[in-house]
């Protein structure tokens, strides 16, 4: 039995690419060895790593003035080695606070006594929308945003105009490849990949090669972007089985119709859930419609007992995961790439038939 599975990370995974892993797990196309047992430096576990990298850039539209790092330790340790690369004393880290992320991102740099600056925020709303007006520091070391908001469910539908010669930075952990975007306005794009491209372990940290050269001299080795970057991940052991999902990932990727062809497929099963919403009293959307996001939708029911209602008959019903962030209650379907449109349209019909059951 396969469960719908609306879990915000780790997350569902296509079943085509678990079947693929499944059926070389022990036995990596007849090497006589499993993935899990390679020495990275080998040279099929070196085809995997440069596959998955030379795919991701590919899939992005990047240039060879990009590289694609896979490292550890997730966005959250994204959140530090960024101001400690490229903040100095005079520069300042400026951010667009949108909710829990970008503000636990903000915290770090706080931590290390490096100036910051919010351009932005919209916590004068809690987080419900994404601001459309930013007004920079003097000397910005760079801009940061997150391009979608995991608990609150917004996401940013344009990529932000920047001042040439500001470098722009954005933690895109939950919806990395949900969509074309100009990915060459961005000069550092960075997630951890179990939401939205792989299984957790792994860490995606995409460059422009011009960013490593504005890295801070003398850091810890591991905490240097340049470190990475110029051992192509390969510094120390990376998350070697992670990396091989992810390359798995993205060949899936490809063969629906690449970022164009996910779009399409994301916005519908997204659609199927936001017009139960909106065509409904019983369910409310919690953020503004325009910034809404495809990845996350967070909703609430009229009462506590009745969203706890809900998601235990949706457990019943093998739809998992529905429970909504802790920090902010009520429900959220999270309906990233590799959520099959089936499980969009059993959540749109049980939503229906609770409302009927329970109004
Ligand atoms: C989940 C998430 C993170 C944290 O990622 P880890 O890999 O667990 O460190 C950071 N930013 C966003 C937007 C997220 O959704």
């Not at 004068?124 to 391009?147: G, M, Q, R, V």
């Not at 895109?172 to 491209?197: E, T, V, W």
């Not at 229906?352 to 329970?358: A, I, L, P, T, Y």
Request: aromatic fraction near 10%; include cysteine.
């Amino acid at each position: 039995m396969k469960v719908h599975n609306f879990s915000a990370g780790p997350a569902v995974l296509p079943q085509e690419v678990l079947r693929e892993i499944q059926e070389n797990l022990v036995n990596y196309k007849g090497k006589g060895l499993s993935v899990l047992e390679m020495s990275h430096r080998s040279p099929d576990y070196m085809a995997i790593i440069e596959g998955a990298r030379a795919r991701l850039l590919k899939i992005m539209g990047l240039g060879d003035d990009y590289t694609a790092m896979f490292l550890q330790g997730g966005a959250s340790t994204q959140f530090l080695t960024i101001p400690l690369n490229f903040c100095d004393d005079k520069k300042v880290a400026n951010y667009i606070d949108t909710g829990v992320w970008s503000s636990k991102a903000i915290k770090e740099v706080k931590i290390l006594n490096k100036k910051v600056h919010i351009a932005a925020t919209s916590a004068d709303k809690d987080f419900t929308y994404i601001p459309k007006e930013w007004k920079l520091s003097e000397n910005p070391a760079y801009l940061h945003i997150t391009t979608n908001n995991t608990i609150r469910g917004t996401e940013w539908k344009i990529d932000p105009d920047v001042p040439a010669g500001v470098p722009l930075i954005a933690d895109m952990s939950s919806n990395f490849l949900s969509r074309p975007l100009d990915f060459s306005k961005y000069d550092m794009i960075y997630g951890g990949a179990q939401k939205n491209i792989g299984s957790a372990g792994a860490t995606f940290v995409v460059i422009k090669k011009s960013m490593l050269e504005k890295c801070n001299k003398g850091l810890s080795t591991m905490m240097d972007y340049n470190t990475h970057a110029s051992k192509d991940s390969m510094f120390n052991t990376p998350p070697t089985f992670a990396i091989y999902v992810i390359g798995e990932v993205l060949k899936w990727i490809e063969n629906n119709g690449g970022l164009e062809g996910l779009q399409k497929i994301n916005e519908e099963k997204a659609a199927y859930i936001y017009d139960v919403i909106d065509s409904s009293d019983f369910y409310h959307g919690t953020v503004v419609q325009e910034d809404r996001s495809f990845m996350n939708i967070p909703f609430r029911l009229p009462s506590e007992e009745l969203e706890k209602k809900f998601i235990e008959e949706a457990k019943a019903k093998n739809m998992l995961n529905l429970k909504g962030h802790r920090s902010v209650g009520g429900c959220r379907a999270s309906t990233y790439n590799s959520l099959p449109m089936e499980s969009a349209k059993a959540l749109a019909e049980f939503m229906k038939e609770f409302e009927k059951n329970n109004s």
